[in-house]
């Protein structure tokens, strides 16, 4: 028989409401599974056993009174730069090891307002800049198919712990691919949605313009569910939209016959490995068996999106980590006498190197003499990428691609360049340039490790999304594949 | 190719991150590395192109204020739970204003 820890949500919940398993029995599994695999793949930077008991027993409390929701008592990992009330809240950096919030994110608020479990915070590259996980201060990742090899990155610890077991589903965050290149490198679903679905409040800045919450599940069903449970309208993130509420369920089981599926040329790069696109085009004539009309289309602003997007996001990151200068939260260096020697000892011991490169990077692009040439030319390159999707989404419902050139690549692999570590991103930044939906879908093996493709939408074209994914996957059955670990 | 170390020296201190003479060079590699990688957007004729702030520019109904009601917030104890260095109710920072 299986164990608890590795049902999907679905079944999970579908057992609980039944009352055939409780939330403690079912949490218990999950920290026995932690326990069991942790020493091997390191996908967390808190674990938060204590609390987690305590929450399943809530759970269980409010199902025996019939009050259970689709995620009450399913255990689930939080990325450790959304802010959790009374547990510690990293950024998997120095500078914030010792911060302990005193509010919850939004996000947080609404999955304990459905008494889902909180097992601990994941593992991730510090404040969100790296595409490994080996940019956290503290250790790295490891990918559960082979675990000398990165989980990808940033949300790494996330994608890492929902495909070895360590929790049936994670919250991460994607700021340029954060959450879909480590689905796809860890053989899970990841989603972004639309900028301004998900409320980012309590989520710790990297650049505001781009960054969204999102959910990592084992399945597309799940991943529906966790989008149900923290979509919506938020008063306290001055650009959430006001959308109405909807079931992205609903739509989940519905044909794809007649949907226009564009597949952008410039998406398989020249660079990119041939067993990741074959296993791409193999997903593309699977959904075209399924009845979608598959249509070559052309972006060819896609070869300026990394330099946009890397003058956009260190911009933003300049200024959002400006905060950091160790007087109200955070690492503080005392050596210094004076107030500017004691803020540059704080940022230059408590940022770790990458940050510190971003940081750099944003303030030259924006500095007297600069602006125009870098800031300004990327926010106009900026409308230019959004103006080629507008165009193409008026003659495709959705776009099909690569989630990652490559798969997950050996640790230490690609640490010395910090170019070729931004390269990885290629196929996911122009998506949060755009402050479109995507998601990454299992979609086959290369080498013996896991392939992602994914699905672009136009704005909140989520629904669409999710009913695409999970045509395919009840297609393919990829994401019932599972690491040997 | 490599920054001068007086312009890598200029953006540190306009960050406030202190860089050790390593850093400092290792940065200027990187740093002018990075931004040859940037010329590519060079080729793209911008000239009255609007330029997009953030995904928000695309939807109007973006940005929108709340109503400024109030509303309990954070304690006192609570803001200061996390300072490195407190001093009753405040907290506490090196002098601001030099003799």
Not at chain 1, 356 to 370: C, N, P, V, W
Not at chain 1, 394 to 411: K, R
Request: proline share 6%; charged share 20%.
């Amino acid at each position: 028989m299986a164990e608890l820890w590795q049902l999907s949500i679905h079944e999970a919940s579908q057992r609980l409401q039944r009352r055939e398993i409780s939330s403690l029995e079912l949490t218990r599994s999950s920290l026995a599974r932690i326990q069991q695999v942790e020493g091997q793949i390191q996908a967390y930077l808190t674990i938060t056993v204590e609390s987690a008991l305590a929450q399943a027993r809530e759970a269980d409390a409010c199902i025996a009174a019939g009050e259970g929701h689709p995620l009450t008592g399913i255990p689930l990992q939080i990325k450790d730069l959304i802010c959790t009330k009374g547990i510690r809240t990293t950024c998997a950096s120095r500078m914030l090891e010792g911060y302990t919030p005193v509010y919850n994110a939004t996000v947080v608020e609404k999955l304990l307002g459905q008494h889902a479990v909180v097992l601990g915070k994941g593992n991730m590259d510090e404040f969100g800049m790296g595409s490994s996980t080996e940019n956290s201060a503290f250790h790295p990742s490891h990918n559960p198919w082979d675990t000398g090899r990165v989980p990808g990155g940033s949300s790494g610890g996330s994608a890492a712990a929902v495909a070895s077991g360590e929790a049936l589903a994670a919250v991460g965050s994607d700021t340029g691919g954060s959450i879909r290149q480590p689905a796809a490198l860890c053989g899970v679903v990841g989603l972004k949605p639309t900028y301004g679905l998900v409320s980012r409040y309590g989520l710790v800045a990297f650049a505001s313009s781009l960054d969204q919450i999102g959910p990592l599940t084992r399945d597309v069903t799940d991943c529906a569910l966790m989008l149900n449970a923290i979509a919506g309208h938020d008063p306290r993130d001055a650009t959430s939209l006001p959308q109405p509420r909807q079931d992205y369920t609903a739509t989940l089981g519905q044909d794809i016959r007649g949907l226009r599926l564009g597949v952008p040329g410039e998406y398989f790069t020249p660079g990119m490995q041939e067993g990741v696109r074959q296993a791409v085009l193999a997903g593309i004539k699977t959904l075209e068996g399924l009845g979608a009309v598959i249509q070559p289309v052309s972006l060819p602003t896609t070869k300026y999106a990394l330099a946009c997007y890397y003058i956009i996001a260190p911009s933003e990151c300049s200024a959002n980590l400006a905060r950091y200068d160790g007087v109200k939260y955070g690492y503080s260096d005392q050596a210094a006498e004076d107030m500017w020697g004691a803020m540059e000892q704080t940022r230059g011991h408590g940022f770790g190197p990458e940050v510190k490169r971003r940081i750099m990077l944003g303030t030259y692009a924006l500095s007297s003499g600069y602006y125009d040439a870098y800031y300004r030319k990327a926010q106009q390159v900026r409308t230019l990428i959004r103006q080629d999707f507008d165009r193409v989404f008026a003659e495709v419902d959705a776009l099909v691609t690569p989630t990652s050139p490559v798969v997950a690549f050996p640790l230490g692999d690609k640490t010395a360049d910090p170019v070729q570590m931004y390269l990885i991103d290629v196929c996911t930044l122009p998506v949060n340039i755009a402050g479109l939906p995507a998601m990454s879908v299992p979609c086959g093996f290369a080498e013996g490790l896991p392939v992602g493709m994914q699905l672009i939408g136009p704005r909140l074209s989520e629904a669409a999304l999710l009913r695409t994914a999970y045509a395919y996957q009840q297609a393919t059955g990829w994401h019932e594949m599972r690491p040997a670990i | 190719m490599a920054l001068e170390p007086s312009e890598v020296q200029h953006i540190a201190a306009l960050a406030r991150i202190a860089l050790t003479g390593e850093e400092q060079a290792a940065l200027g590699q990187q740093l002018a590395q990075i931004l040859a990688q940037f010329e590519i957007l060079g080729e793209l004729d911008t000239t009255d192109v609007l330029p997009t702030a953030h995904a928000g520019d695309l939807a109007p109904d973006l940005s929108v204020l709340r109503d400024d009601t109030p509303s309990p917030g954070l304690t006192t104890e609570d803001v200061l739970s996390n300072a490195p260095r407190r001093e009753g109710q405040f907290f506490r920072v090196r002098a601001v204003l030099e003799e």
